[in-house]
């Protein structure tokens, strides 16, 4: 996959019988794919950087050249790379990563073409004959470790359910998305008590209508559902919730709660960012 002149530093990836010499930074994701299945022709950690001699004869190149700083690319047969594709929206949140590389008018969109090849271009004795051959996935180089974390993921068969995506950075309106009754039931009755005053019906009640709700919830619901935690564990019923809103596709606490906050809330926002250090 990579020539011996590679602009790159390389690192030789072998996998079963297929070996090749990738460049270093794409390195783990070409592991990566071959563990997984994925064929692949040809690749580059940043396109710029490997085409920057073109401007020297074709001029006309620039300006393609400056746009593809910063951009990785992998080819693969056309089948695989459409695997490829759905495998990591699969195996991960509907969130801005997935719009970008899902649709063309997204900030950093991916770019990802199949264009038809003469195969007279490699014989020129052969009469024109056009056929699809490759599919070229370009991405941004700031996206290869959350396509790492969804391979990994999608390894493990530890995909995402299907989720409302908010599409607003394409000019769609925000999804507007239902509260389950059994939800609004529960969020009603407000912030769980606290144990050294709450009432046994009470207490009863609100974990006959927490166990009724099944997960995963929707964000919505799970904004809802964090204004009902209490100021201790309330019978181990706050673990319950935290749970039940951590099944959430997409609603995360990424910023640090402000002092004084509730500790459940703090809770959930550790675990988040202990989570995404330790993918």
Same mark, same amino acid.
């Given at each position: 996959?990579a020539?011996s002149?590679?602009t790159? #530093? =390389?690192?030789?990836?072998r996998?079963g019988e +297929?070996t090749?010499?990738?460049d ?5 994701l070409v592991?990566?794919?071959? +563990? ?8 580059c @950690?940043d396109?710029g950087?490997?085409n ?5 004869? &074709?001029?006309?190149m620039?300006v393609?050249? @400056?746009?593809?700083k910063?951009w990785?690319?992998?080819d /693969?047969?056309? @089948?695989?790379g459409?695997r /490829?594709l759905?495998?990591? $929206?699969q195996a991960?949140?509907?969130?801005a990563?997935?719009v970008?590389?899902?649709h063309?008018a997204?900030?950093? $969109?991916?770019?990802?073409? =199949?264009? #038809?090849m003469? &195969?007279?271009?490699f014989?020129?004795?052969l009469?024109s004959? /056009?056929?699809?051959? &490759?599919?070229q996935v370009c991405? #941004?180089?700031?996206?290869l470790?959350?396509?790492? +974390?969804?391979l990994?993921r999608? *390894? $493990?068969g530890?995909? =995402?359910?299907p $989720?409302p995506?908010?599409w607003?950075?394409?000019?769609r309106?925000r999804p ?6 059994e939800v609004r039931? /529960? ?5 769980l008590?606290?144990? *050294? ?5 009470d207490i009863?009640?609100?974990?006959r209508r927490l166990? @009724?709700?099944a997960?995963? %919830? ?6 809802l559902l964090?204004?009902c935690f209490?100021?201790?564990?309330c019978?181990?019923?706050s ?6 809103? *951590?099944?959430?596709?997409t609603? +995360?606490?990424?910023?640090k709660?402000?002092a004084?906050a509730?500790e459940? %809330?703090?809770r959930?926002?550790?675990r ?6 330790e993918?």
């Amino acid at each position: 996959m990579a020539e011996s002149t590679n602009t790159h #530093p =390389v690192r030789t990836v072998r996998v079963g019988e +297929r070996t090749a010499d990738i460049d270093e930074m794409l390195a783990p994701l070409v592991e990566a794919l071959w +563990r997984n299945g994925f064929e692949t022709f040809t690749s580059c @950690q940043d396109a710029g950087e490997s085409n920057a001699g073109w401007t020297d004869t &074709l001029p006309h190149m620039d300006v393609y050249v @400056q746009s593809r700083k910063g951009w990785a690319f992998i080819d /693969f047969p056309i @089948q695989d790379g459409l695997r /490829f594709l759905s495998a990591i $929206a699969q195996a991960g949140p509907r969130d801005a990563f997935y719009v970008r590389m899902t649709h063309w008018a997204a900030p950093h $969109a991916w770019d990802v073409t =199949v264009k #038809p090849m003469d &195969l007279a271009m490699f014989d020129e004795t052969l009469p024109s004959s /056009f056929a699809l051959r &490759l599919l070229q996935v370009c991405f #941004p180089a700031s996206d290869l470790p959350e396509i790492l +974390r969804r391979l990994d993921r999608y *390894e $493990a068969g530890e995909l =995402v359910p299907p $989720a409302p995506t908010d599409w607003t950075t394409v000019g769609r309106p925000r999804p507007v998305t239902a509260v389950r009754v059994e939800v609004r039931a /529960f969020a009603d009755l407000g912030p769980l008590p606290a144990e *050294e005053t709450a009432e046994q019906d009470d207490i009863e009640e609100r974990e006959r209508r927490l166990h @009724q709700i099944a997960g995963p %919830v929707t964000d919505d619901e799970a904004r809802l559902l964090i204004d009902c935690f209490g100021v201790d564990s309330c019978y181990g019923l706050s673990w319950t919730l935290l749970h039940l809103v *951590e099944t959430a596709p997409t609603f +995360r606490i990424d910023a640090k709660p402000p002092a004084g906050a509730n500790e459940w %809330v703090v809770r959930l926002w550790l675990r988040n960012r202990n989570a995404v250090h330790e993918a």
